[in-house]
């Protein structure tokens, strides 16, 4: 869905006049830093040393606070840093409170192959585990559907914040400029 919503940026960026070459005009602090990031959330994934537990934790900790970081220098930019804020935060809740890990719906739960669903129960698959009756905020945890896996509410809000955030970087000239020019 991350990369949907860049796709889509910038193809609305470039369609009304901007261009990733103006990215400094944009004035943004720490561009650099959503990349360790996606990193830290990514690390658990490729060594399995960082699937559970303490490591896991430090990994979404570095994520998370890396995010609100970058969030914070550029909280001018106010479409992005409501939108992704408010779903870096919804994000870090579920998951601190829940081990460090995102809990999947039942009803998700069940929409996933006969092999997903049990490698997701089994808990072979790094930061998620299965809702269960002692599951906390399950509202804010993957409870959305999609093509190709699941969603959570704080994952649409990081969507929309990083589509801001894109053409906030391209500074479209034309119609949109009145739109996203805050960010």
């Given at each position: ?8 940026a910038l ?30 959330q ?15 934790a ?82 804010l ?43």
């Amino acid at each position: 869905m991350f990369l949907w919503s860049v796709l889509i940026a910038l193809a609305v960026g470039w369609t009304f006049g901007g261009r990733l070459a103006r990215y400094e005009k944009a004035r943004m602090r720490g561009l650099w830093m959503p990349f360790p990031a996606f990193l830290a959330q990514s690390l658990p994934n490729w060594v399995p040393a960082f699937s559970d537990g303490i490591p896991a934790a430090i990994c979404i900790v570095i994520c998370y606070g890396t995010l609100a970081l970058f969030l914070f220098q550029n909280r001018r930019l106010r479409k992005t840093f409501w939108f992704a804020g408010s779903g870096t935060l919804c994000n870090f809740l579920v998951i601190a409170l829940n081990d460090f890990c995102m809990p999947v719906s039942q009803r998700v739960l069940s929409l996933l192959s006969e092999e997903g669903a049990r490698a997701l129960t089994a808990g072979e698959i790094p930061m998620y585990c299965a809702a269960g009756p002692d599951t906390r905020l399950l509202f804010l945890g993957d409870i959305l559907p999609l093509p190709g896996g699941f969603a959570s509410v704080g994952d649409l809000l990081l969507a929309v914040g990083a589509f801001f955030c894109i053409l906030c970087l391209m500074r479209p000239r034309k119609i949109l400029h009145w739109w996203i020019k805050n960010g």
